[in-house]
């Protein structure tokens, strides 16, 4: 399948979406201006960054169905269901759009809240969904400024704040958010 196609798909079933349309455009052009600065794959980066967000809006019920063909169902009790939206993305992108490419599926996988040892294309991706211009608020200024000038401290900024909103929220945290912000913080030593 072509990039073109998977455009018009993802207008498809983000149709009455508006600014999530937004979002997953300002994530692709985030991703691809930090790729060309990191020398990554810019085209692993354009298919990632265009399928993180595909499913978002799919019944959690389907989501759940696609993602125990491929996960231990354990994921399921492990992420909040706002996040099973990145392991069924990483479902659809192999299922409907035949991508192989681990890269780009770790990305996928891990934009939410990332994971210890992340490589390049994830860790672009990870920090390009939380720092996209039609964000706004002050920690992810912050995080933005950051990620042009050291991605790894951008991506400790922003799972540091993840874990806090997940806190505030009463939501379940991820053993991984945790893990992750541990390997970033030692990194930075």
Same mark, same amino acid.
């Given at each position: 399948?072509?990039?073109?196609?998977?455009?018009?798909?993802?207008?498809?079933?983000?149709?009455?979406?508006?600014?999530?349309?937004?979002?997953?455009?300002g994530v692709r052009d985030?991703?691809?201006?930090?790729?060309?600065?990191?020398?990554?794959?810019?085209?692993?980066?354009?298919?990632?960054?265009?399928?993180?967000?595909?499913?978002?809006?799919?019944?959690?019920?389907?989501?759940?169905?696609? &993602?125990?063909? !491929?996960?231990?169902?354990?994921?399921?009790? /492990?992420?909040? =269901?706002?996040?099973?939206?990145?392991? *069924?993305? %990483?479902v659809v992108a192999r299922?409907?759009?035949?991508?192989?490419?681990?890269?780009?599926?770790?990305? &996928?996988?891990? !934009?939410?809240?990332?994971?210890?040892?992340? /490589?390049?294309? =994830?860790?672009?991706?990870?920090?390009? *969904?939380? %720092?996209?211009?039609?964000?706004?608020?002050?920690?992810?200024?912050?995080?933005?400024?950051?990620?042009? &000038?050291?991605?790894?401290?951008?991506?400790?900024?922003?799972?540091?704040?993840?874990?806090?909103?997940?806190e505030r929220e009463g939501?379940?945290?991820?053993?991984?958010?945790?893990?992750?912000?541990?390997?970033?913080?030692?990194?930075?030593?």
């Amino acid at each position: 399948m072509s990039l073109a196609a998977l455009e018009r798909d993802l207008k498809e079933r983000l149709h009455g979406h508006h600014r999530r349309l937004h979002h997953v455009y300002g994530v692709r052009d985030t991703a691809l201006k930090l790729g060309k600065i990191q020398g990554a794959d810019l085209d692993a980066l354009r298919w990632a960054a265009l399928l993180h967000d595909l499913t978002k809006y799919d019944p959690p019920t389907v989501q759940k169905q696609r &993602i125990l063909r !491929h996960y231990d169902p354990d994921i399921l009790s /492990e992420y909040p =269901e706002p996040l099973h939206h990145a392991f *069924d993305a %990483v479902v659809v992108a192999r299922e409907t759009y035949g991508i192989d490419d681990e890269r780009i599926l770790k990305a &996928i996988e891990s !934009h939410t809240l990332g994971r210890p040892g992340m /490589e390049l294309t =994830e860790k672009i991706l990870f920090v390009s *969904d939380y %720092v996209e211009p039609t964000r706004q608020y002050p920690s992810c200024v912050k995080a933005r400024e950051q990620a042009f &000038i050291n991605l790894d401290n951008a991506v400790m900024l922003i799972i540091h704040d993840t874990i806090r909103y997940l806190e505030r929220e009463g939501k379940r945290i991820p053993a991984t958010a945790y893990e992750t912000l541990n390997y970033y913080q030692k990194a930075g030593d």
